[in-house]
């Protein structure tokens, strides 16, 4: 298997939403409108302009139609991020069971008709009469939007989902729900269809235990992809078992089994939580201190878990949750980390007198060099902010967070000096190559641009100006690059040709990877520059040209390797360019087959043995092997067309599991990238 395939498979780097474009004015509307307008010029059926605008055009949806209506307000999207948000919804149910103190056992199970089953063994859902719906609480909560245990105080201290809409979409969203509830001795179900009962709650039997049980199947009318994915799933229960101690999660997939009839499974425990989540992070790079620091407390009422430890990367990897939600965009609670972290190393180094022989001002930004964290806190009533609701606002927590990292830092380096010594020679490394970094930007800056505007000469650039509407292929290799230049629209695409292989930036030095002719190409005619207010390493795209970056190479092993390498860069110092969905991968057909007059392109081997059943044996087939045994015409047709193509659009739904894959790839490490390779390769020979 191509190693690109392999991240466009896996839940942390991964590219669902393969399709074939639409042109705008043909897309159906999009799923985030809140709400349908009317205009105040309406129209009846015979063209005729109507005046009268009232209360009769108003629509108010009752219950659940609202979900049904717009589900991507409550789940993401329809496709595949909404479809297993769905189990996330119901599994969180039982986390907060557990975080409560109730539950230690949760089992998630793929069904054969891709339905998911979720069973805990918590205190189980009650299901007395509700005194104001008058209807029994569990119906309550699995028919109610903002309705749940989650807003008593009293039952819930923390709570992962606060909105009390959680297990209600996924009932709105199921062609069919079947709860069961063990309390009080009985066995309760009921049964939903489209968010309504189908039946009334019943006993169906008796029960020495306690806990409860979903089971729903995601309406197919509703949502576009309907097959679960195994490791996106296994990939939350992992990082849901580290970030809970002590919780055993188990993932059965009944779709497949092995010779002796047994379906695959996995358990997820941890009993160390956010030390075991580092070292698997970690787990395929080089360590520079053999310890994780590790802490676990509460300040200010607030529970803090943090673990981190030093690699010998160049890269800074923290990943921070709230209340087991991975907030993204960081918040107060990385704000206090990162002030934790840098004022404790730095009054440890200067009182130790370890920055002397530095020659260059060190930053906040290099005690971060090569570190790896996990920031876990409990908050009551968190308050999120950002674009996408994952950054974290409540101002109490940042002292908290200070407080606790810097006594635990700081008592660990008093304790262990040849690791601290070892951590602040990593620290002036990176001051130094930051500054190396620094000047090899503005040599770039002052040479004499090749092209207008400071943009690489080999660049066929598009006539728009509109960055949402103009996309840029890059392109292995002059031939294919030339190929693609005479076969683009020059209104809106943009070809930029690669020559060999690309600098493998996980290995790779600040500076050495300013210093690299293509890579400065690529940052040029993106026209991203590095640094912003908040993170002078992050990539600026407030120029960004381009709304589609599409990797577009051969397919054979060369080309999945420098897609890969590509891929690396954009994660490593791009990855705004990933999280706002522009990257994609261009899928050049494998096949040309033809019979008589007969002409038809197969981008899989599943397309060709179609053809060739429908068409018979004697058919002519062209293998692909490279971009370059096309012509402009077919290039265009089969692969660059937004009429015909197809694109893999690259998605981040883990960052902590695509770092490891990357640098398990893409890292020094030799054994795990041939044990990775030995498991997962598909043994074809693809440039036969």
């Known amino acids: 298997m191509p190693l690109f395939s392999y991240l466009c498979r896996v839940r942390g780097l991964h590219a669902p939403r393969t399709r074939r474009d639409v042109p705008f004015a043909q897309r159906p509307l999009n799923d985030n409108d809140l709400v349908d307008y ?29 979900v049904r209506k717009r589900p991507a307000m409550y789940i993401g999207d329809i496709s595949v991020k909404g479809l297993h948000h769905l189990v996330y919804e119901v599994v969180d149910n039982s986390i907060d069971e557990a975080l409560a103190g109730f539950c230690s056992h949760i089992e998630v199970a793929i069904n054969e008709d891709n339905s998911i089953t979720v069973v805990d063994n918590g205190r189980g859902i ?37 909105h009390g809409v959680g ?19 009985k066995t309760y179900m009921q049964e939903y269809s489209a968010g309504k009962p189908t039946c009334d709650l019943r006993v169906i039997g008796e029960s020495d235990t306690t806990g409860t049980s979903i089971t729903f199947k995601p309406d197919s009318t509703i949502f576009t992809v309907t097959v679960y994915d195994y490791e996106t799933l296994a990939n939350r229960l992992r990082d849901l078992a580290f970030l809970n101690a002590g919780i055993t999660l188990t993932l059965t997939d009944k779709r497949h089994t092995d010779d002796e009839g047994n379906p695959r499974s996995e358990v997820f425990y941890s009993a160390n939580g956010l030390s075991e989540f580092v070292q698997y992070i970690d787990s395929n790079k080089e360590s520079l201190i053999n310890d994780v620091i590790h802490l676990n407390t509460e300040r200010q009422g607030i529970p803090v878990e943090v673990a981190l430890t030093y690699n010998s990367s160049f890269n800074e990897n923290i990943y921070s949750f709230v209340n087991n939600i991975n907030t993204i965009e960081g918040g107060t609670h990385l704000t206090g980390f990162r002030r934790g972290l840098t004022s404790t190393l730095k009054k440890y ?51 908290a967070v200070q407080t606790a990292v810097s006594e635990a830092l700081r008592t660990y380096l008093e304790e262990h000096p040849k690791e601290a010594k070892t951590i602040v020679e990593k620290v002036v490394l990176a001051a130094q190559a930051r500054h190396a970094a620094y000047n090899a930007r503005v040599k770039i800056q002052r040479k004499s641009p090749l092209c207008g505007g400071g943009l690489p000469g080999k660049l066929a650039d598009c006539s728009s100006r509109i960055a949402e509407e103009c996309e840029i292929f890059l392109v292995e290799g002059d031939s294919a690059g030339g190929t ?85 860069l954009f994660f490593r110092r791009m990855r705004p360019i990933i999280e706002k969905g522009y990257l994609y991968l261009a899928t050049p057909p494998l096949y040309k087959c033809t019979k008589g007059k007969i002409e038809e392109y197969c981008w899989t081997e599943q397309q060709l043995q179609a ?58 490490d030799v054994a795990p990238r041939r044990d990775f390779i030995e498991a997962n390769a598909n043994y074809a020979n693809i440039d036969a």
């Not at 180094?349 to 005690?367: C, G, H, P, Q, T």
């Not at 971009?627 to 009429?643: I, K």
């Open 38 to 66: 009317m205009s105040e010029e309406t129209f009846d059926l015979e063209g005729k302009k109507q005046e009268e605008y009232s209360a009769s055009n108003i629509q108010v949806l009752e219950g659940l139609e609202a």
């Open 126 to 162: 009650p299901v007395d009469m509700h005194e104001k719906e008058h209807k029994s609480a569990l119906e309550v909560v699995l028919t109610v939007l903002h309705a749940g245990g989650k807003f008593d105080k009293g039952s819930y201290k923390v709570s992962g989902g606060l």
């Open 167 to 185: 297990v209600s979409c996924v009932n709105a969203l199921s062609t069919y729900l079947r709860a069961e509830v063990r309390r009080g001795g």
């Open 349 to 399: 180094a200067e009182d130790n007198r370890l920055l002397e022989k530095s020659k260059v001002e060190i930053s906040s930004d290099d005690f971060r060099e090569g570190l790896t964290a996990v920031i876990s806190v409990k908050v009551m009533e968190p308050q999120f902010e950002g674009q996408t609701k994952t950054k974290l606002g409540n101002s109490e927590v940042i002292g």
């Open 484 to 568: 693609a230049k005479s076969g683009r629209d020059r209104r809106f695409q943009a070809i930029l040709p690669l020559r060999g292989k690309v600098l493998n930036v996980e290995k790779a030095m600040d500076h050495k990877v300013f210093d690299s002719e293509q890579i400065t190409n690529i940052f040029r005619a993106l026209r991203v520059t590095i640094g912003t207010e908040d993170d002078p390493k992050e990539a600026n795209l407030s120029k960004l040209a381009y709304h589609k970056v599409i990797i577009m190479t051969d397919a054979d092993v060369d080309g999945a390797h420098i897609a890969t390498l590509l891929m690396t």
């Open 611 to 668: 053809f060739i059943a429908q068409h018979g044996e004697k058919t002519r087939i062209q293998r692909y092997k490279g971009l370059g045994e096309m012509s402009d015409q077919q290039l265009r047709d089969t692969t660059m067309s937004p009429e015909h193509r197809l694109l893999k659009q690259v998605q981040i739904s883990d960052a902590a599991e695509a770092d490891r894959i990357f640098s398990m790839l893409m890292g020094e």
